[in-house]
């Protein structure tokens, strides 16, 4: 099932601010709130539907690589979105502060609020890989290994030498908050942040498991495959959900960036989604006519060139291209004609040119525009 343009799931124009795509996003997560629609699937689908548009256009250099490629930049074919590679609390510990601290209601739909602990994110990662043509005209799977943090497996990735080796933090008694009250002119303030003892997380470890020292990654290597959609172009990057550096203590993990870069092609030349390619013919083939073989991505085809043909002309072939990213139909291959003038000849050949130099069919002789051209020239000056 293909995925819905995210201006449309939150209901903006493509042109919306900052401020209209937060409230708009916080409108709907209100409307399809799980609190809200309790054993409600669809419901719960919309919310993580419009938490990954969210997610995307709110992020600027996201947003602009959606505009420009649509969910093929966003790495559809390559891996999860957002909204559906993340549970619920994934999605609240991201946008909890949307809704003004870690529930969305304030205890509403249902009585409690969410805890506002905080969760560890891994950082993104970003490589860059080398696509030839044919790799982008067909799409292709590409498996890469990638140096990176992984989770700890002699802690499963919580930190803690057993599994049960934490104790609920004193300071925040698990929220992972710390509230003040100050005494102001203006009354009593009360302000929330981050306990500095936990570091947001609300437990402490009591025992660190060795391998990683409690952080619950460790350095290694993961060889990762992406599925690369047809038709992507140099400087275009795809993300792949989850698959970046991974988080202390079991928390969420990084994206995986995917830079790409285009192989040059010996004898063809990109130019969006049409081929260009430089044909050169002798001055006989261009009097008598010929037939040559142009190469494409896929194989060698043969085309007809009319005698008589000029220096300069252009053969479209059709569809003989790239396809469009977005599934926009295919670009053309375009052939130019060079005529090939030799620097030297031989005596024998010189003498059959200087028989033709003279003759009436080798002097140039303008074309009908062309003598259209100049008639309207001559015409501007009388």
Not at 198 to 210: F, H, L, Q, R, S
């Amino acid at each position: 099932m293909s995925k819905r343009d995210y201006y449309e799931v939150l209901g903006v124009s493509k042109s919306a601010s900052e401020a209209e795509l937060k409230k708009a996003y916080r409108k709907k997560a209100i409307q399809f709130h799980p609190d809200k629609n309790p054993d409600n699937k669809e419901a719960e689908e919309k919310f993580k539907e419009a938490a990954e548009a969210y997610e995307v256009l709110s992020n600027p250099e996201k947003r602009q690589r959606y505009d420009q490629f649509g969910h093929a930049g966003m790495g559809g074919a390559a891996g999860g979105g957002f909204g559906g590679g993340m549970n619920m609390e994934d999605i609240f510990s991201h946008f909890g502060d949307i809704f003004g601290g870690g529930s969305f209601f304030g205890g509403g739909f249902g009585g409690g609020g969410r805890s506002s602990r905080r969760v560890n994110r891994g950082s993104n990662l970003r490589v860059k890989v080398k696509l030839t043509l044919k790799e982008i005209a067909e799409g292709v799977e590409k498996k890469i290994k990638v140096k990176k943090y992984v989770e700890c497996n002699s802690c499963n990735g919580s930190g803690a030498k057993d599994g049960s080796s934490f104790s609920t933090c004193s300071t925040c008694n698990g929220s992972g908050q710390v509230t003040r009250i100050q005494n102001t002119i203006l009354g009593q303030m009360q302000t929330s942040s981050t306990c500095p003892s936990c570091n947001g997380e609300g437990k402490m470890i009591t025992n660190k498991c060795t391998s990683c020292a409690g952080e619950g990654i460790v350095r290694d290597e993961e060889v990762i495959s992406i599925n690369i959609p047809a038709g992507v172009a140099e400087g275009m990057q795809l993300s792949v959900s989850g698959k970046g550096n991974a988080a202390r203590r079991g928390g969420i993990n990084g994206d995986l960036l995917i830079l790409i870069q285009e192989e040059e092609h010996p004898e063809l030349v990109r130019d969006e989604n049409d081929l260009l390619y430089n044909l050169f013919i002798s001055i006989p083939d261009s009097i008598l006519g010929t037939a040559v073989e142009i190469p494409t991505i896929e194989n060698k085809v043969k085309v007809k060139i009319d005698g008589g043909t000029q220096p300069g002309k252009i053969l479209r072939l059709r569809g003989k291209g790239l396809p469009d990213v977005n599934g926009y139909g295919r670009g053309d291959l375009l052939v130019k004609i060079n005529v090939w003038v030799p620097n030297n000849v031989s005596k024998e050949e010189k003498k059959v040119l200087e028989k033709l130099q003279n003759s009436e069919s080798f002097k140039p002789q303008p074309t009908s525009q062309e003598k259209s051209f100049f008639k309207k020239v001559r015409n501007f000056f009388e």
